[in-house]
């Protein structure tokens, strides 16, 4: 296997089209993109942010993780969240019974928030990923819009936040230990794993190769 290795981008830039030249996101260093092959890396020389670093058989990668994760999420939303006993008294509910719960009168911001930022957004993402990837892991032009799609994507990133929900729910079940006996269900460990593919998900997305499959796959149909 071999090991990975940095190439340096060059910055001349002598009659060299615009899609073939990069800014460095961190410190706006343009550059002249070279051929860069899997498990080796293009990193800016001014800051050493890296720029590209594609991965072997990655689409494929993606579409699996972002497959589970969905199925995950569903498994997640209708099952059993937190089973918690006190007093005698039983609870135990899921995470749309808990969203649904603040949904009437001056609580309902908060039940929309709750269910677009760990639900909606979450999947609406990974759904538009799996749309992107799909043709281009099987050597295919990319599907209508499908840029947009990526980009898009892209943009709904900050907002995805399955591991705040998480962080969240371990720091209330720490306050909560010692008034009542509580016990994760299929959903708190189904959203936990959710979460760690989720991220292991996005170590293998590479920006610059995604729009660059991208870019050749709508070349493809034009001329098809």
């Known amino acids: ?24 996101p961190q410190c706006d260093a343009l550059y002249h993109l070279q051929p860069v092959q899997p498990r080796e890396r293009a990193a800016c020389k001014r800051c050493g942010t890296v720029l590209i670093a594609p991965r072997a058989f990655a689409f494929t990668r ?10 995950l999420l569903t498994i997640a939303l209708f099952t059993p969240f937190l089973d918690l006993s006190a007093a005698g008294m039983h609870s135990n509910a899921s995470i749309w019974d808990t969203a649904m719960a603040f ?33 281009l892991a099987r050597g295919r032009p990319a599907g209508i819009h499908a840029a947009g799609a990526f980009r898009l994507a892209e943009a709904l ?16 079940l720490v306050k909560i230990a010692g008034m009542a006996s509580v016990t994760p269900g299929i959903a708190f460990w189904s959203f936990c794993i959710l979460v760690i593919m989720m991220i292991w998900q996005d170590s293998f997305v590479d920006r610059e190769q995604v729009w660059s499959a991208l870019h050749r796959g709508s070349r493809t149909a034009n001329t098809a």
């Open 157 to 172: 990133r900050p907002w995805s936040m399955a591991e705040i929900f998480v962080i969240g729910v371990a720091v209330a």
């Open 1 to 24: 296997m071999s090991l990975m290795k940095d190439i340096d981008m060059q910055d001349d830039f002598v009659e060299v089209p615009l899609d073939r030249m990069r800014a460095c």
């Open 62 to 71: 993606i579409i699996a993780l972002s497959v589970a994760a969905l199925i």
């Open 103 to 135: 949904s009437d009168g001056m609580m309902a911001p908060l039940s929309i928030a709750v269910v677009a930022f760990i639900i909606v957004i979450p999947a609406l993402r990974l759904g538009l990923i799996v749309y992107t990837l799909v043709p």
